[in-house]
């Protein structure tokens, strides 16, 4: 693998810098011969969102951990329910994840509004509280009511005010349009079962300029003790957020497990 990135990126390059110009360089080409063979005009609006779902996902046997639904030639996986929600709370989240310096990597300021979809316990969320402050919301999405209301009373017992959970759907996370300065999905995207559709209502709700957060187990690293269906690539990420109106800003990989990629949306939804 390595080898054929260095025939086409450039020889004498460190593996690990390789790649990661590699992704880039995947991301414009892919951006390139999608926007190419579209129809003139609004290539999101004209080709994806018109497009029948039907012909968007694949359908076969699901493997253990997934449920048979093909997205641009990745296996979606199983979702964790509500009963599984002592895992987000785990004591050892902290050293496998380092949850702190994620926040850091956000960048995020007093007042900003942030959508942490998939929220679960607020794990991420109530970290998030005391950065953007009384001025700030953070909406805190979930599918399932009873996740939102284990987080309602999560959030009651520490007295933090400014989380506000929404019940949103497979498809769509229930946001106003362009509010959103920060959307952030941690080891939460690769369970979307239908992602094309989710992402296209988050990029929605961002403002122009707004960015979205993929944090996922990397798939790259043998050693992420993680089931492969709940680990993604940075090419595939980059691959998936293409169809939005998304612009790739910047890839964080030195938390333990997990790499943080980065969008900024861009003008034209």
Known sequence: MITKLQSICGRGLKPRKLTKICVIVFGILFLLIYTTTSPKGDSHSETDQTRPASTRYAQRTPSRDGIGKIYMGREISQVMGHLAAGWLERPAREREEMPNKLIEMLKLKEGDVVADIGVGTGYIARRISPIVGKTGTIYGVEIQQEMLDILAE?????????????????????LPPNLVDLAIMVDVYHEFSHPYEMMHNICRALKVGGRV?????????????????????????????????????????????????????????
């Open 213 to 269: 957060a993929f944090v996922e187990y990397r798939l790259e690293d043998d050693n992420v003790p993680i089931k492969r269906l709940h680990k993604m690539s940075e090419l595939q990420v980059v691959k998936e957020a293409t169809p939005h109106p998304l612009s790739w800003v910047e890839t964080h990989d030195d938390l333990p497990w997990q790499h943080v990629i980065i969008f900024e949306k861009v003008a034209g939804e």
């Open 154 to 174: 999560k959030m009651a017992e520490e007295g933090i005010t400014n989380i506000k959970g929404v019940l949103g759907t497979i498809t769509d996370p229930k």
